[in-house]
């Protein structure tokens, strides 16, 4: 009979990796982890792959071996191994949630610490339902009507982690001006999305800049991402890139670090928070100026 090996969640992906790394930086092989949990060395991969799930008690002795006696670091491994196959709270939604949006919604549940840059659509996290309602309908090919009000749940459900009483999560965004300027919507449902954003920035996790046109060509341009970080010792973080058909996770130090350099880059090209508050004003007055004309 064949077996079919289960698709990696986002947290066995994230233990796997992190094994991995570990038991190379001590200097073991897959056949050194293997002897230790009395398995093979195929099934190490595979836990190493995300594709297996792996005991508590099989990671403690995995980094007794690896020398690792940073217990907040243990801890968090223990606790990944121990959620590995946890249902999230969009699991209620059933199907209409796919694989890859869930895997993108246990890294955002998990994250304490998330920047993004977007250039043409306000950030997810910070968009009005009206504004998100507009653009799911801008594009046939992502989802079918009937399931657009479900999508709206979900969407309240994530932005809960901007607003809840307990270690809210840090939101640092960096929006080009077309995505201010693109009137999503029509004006009235954008001039209610701008309202928004200046009523969100009002918190102290969250950090809004504008990169403004004149700026010209700048590190971004290769298109919006976002960048996970989590409370871990040494994390470097998970990027996040999409585009309408797929979605790809860089997890290696390298990737990571090279987007979080983007970001940086942006960062100083980028008017600053107060600034960005001030030009958002003036935009969102521009926009109905130009609607009491009509």
């Given at each position: 009979?064949?077996?079919?090996?289960?698709?990696?969640?986002?947290?066995?992906?994230?233990?796997g990796s992190e094994l991995?790394?570990?038991?190379?930086?001590?200097?073991?092989?897959?056949?050194?982890?293997?002897?230790?949990?009395?398995?093979?060395?195929?099934?190490?991969?595979?836990i190493e792959l995300g594709?297996?799930?792996?005991?508590?008690?099989?990671?403690?002795?995995?980094?007794?071996?690896?020398?690792?006696?940073?217990?907040?670091?243990?801890?968090?491994?223990?606790?990944?191994?121990?959620?590995?196959?946890?249902?999230?709270?969009?699991?209620?939604?059933?199907?209409?949630?796919?694989?890859?949006?869930?895997?993108?919604?246990?890294?955002?549940?998990?994250?304490?610490?998330?920047?993004?840059?977007?250039?043409?659509?306000?950030?997810?996290?910070?968009?009005?339902?009206?504004?998100?309602?507009?653009?799911?309908?801008?594009?046939?090919?992502?989802?079918?009507?009937?399931?657009?009000?479900?999508?709206?749940?979900?969407?309240?459900?994530?932005?809960?982690?901007?607003?809840?009483?307990?270690?809210?999560?840090?939101?640092?965004?960096?929006?080009?001006?077309?995505?201010?300027?693109?009137?999503?919507?029509?004006?009235?449902?954008?001039?209610?999305?701008?309202?928004?954003?200046?009523?969100?920035?009002?918190?102290?996790?969250?950090?809004?800049?504008?990169?403004?046109?004149?700026?010209?060509?700048?590190?971004?341009?290769?298109?919006?991402?976002?960048?996970?970080?989590?409370?871990?010792?040494?994390?470097?973080?998970?990027?996040?890139?999409?585009?309408?058909?797929?979605?790809?996770?860089?997890?290696?130090?390298?990737?990571?670090?090279?987007?979080?350099?983007?970001?940086?880059?942006?960062?100083?090209?980028?008017?600053?928070?107060?600034?960005?508050?001030?030009?958002?004003?003036?935009?969102?007055?521009e926009l109905g100026t130009?609607?009491?004309?009509?």
């Amino acid at each position: 009979m064949k077996v079919v090996e289960q698709v990696p969640t986002v947290r066995r992906r994230r233990l796997g990796s992190e094994l991995r790394k570990l038991r190379e930086e001590a200097g073991r092989s897959l056949e050194d982890a293997a002897t230790i949990l009395e398995c093979s060395r195929s099934k190490i991969s595979r836990i190493e792959l995300g594709y297996l799930g792996i005991r508590v008690r099989d990671v403690r002795d995995l980094l007794d071996d690896y020398g690792v006696t940073d217990e907040t670091l243990r801890t968090h491994l223990a606790a990944l191994a121990r959620d590995g196959n946890k249902r999230g709270w969009w699991d209620a939604y059933g199907q209409i949630i796919q694989p890859a949006y869930a895997n993108y919604l246990d890294l955002e549940s998990d994250a304490n610490y998330i920047r993004t840059f977007q250039s043409i659509l306000i950030p997810g996290l910070l968009q009005t339902e009206a504004y998100s309602r507009a653009v799911i309908r801008a594009n046939p090919a992502l989802v079918r009507d009937e399931v657009v009000d479900t999508l709206m749940k979900v969407r309240a459900e994530r932005q809960a982690i901007l607003t809840r009483d307990t270690e809210p999560v840090r939101f640092w965004a960096i929006i080009g001006e077309a995505a201010l300027r693109t009137p999503i919507g029509g004006a009235d449902v954008m001039s209610a999305q701008l309202h928004h954003l200046a009523e969100m920035v009002k918190r102290p996790n969250i950090t809004l800049q504008v990169l403004p046109y004149s700026v010209g060509a700048h590190a971004g341009l290769s298109g919006p991402f976002v960048i996970f970080s989590f409370a871990v010792p040494n994390d470097t973080g998970v990027v996040f890139l999409e585009n309408l058909s797929s979605s790809l996770y860089l997890e290696t130090p390298d990737e990571a670090a090279g987007y979080t350099l983007v970001f940086d880059d942006l960062r100083s090209s980028a008017l600053n928070p107060a600034d960005s508050l001030e030009y958002i004003a003036r935009i969102t007055h521009e926009l109905g100026t130009k609607e009491a004309k009509r």
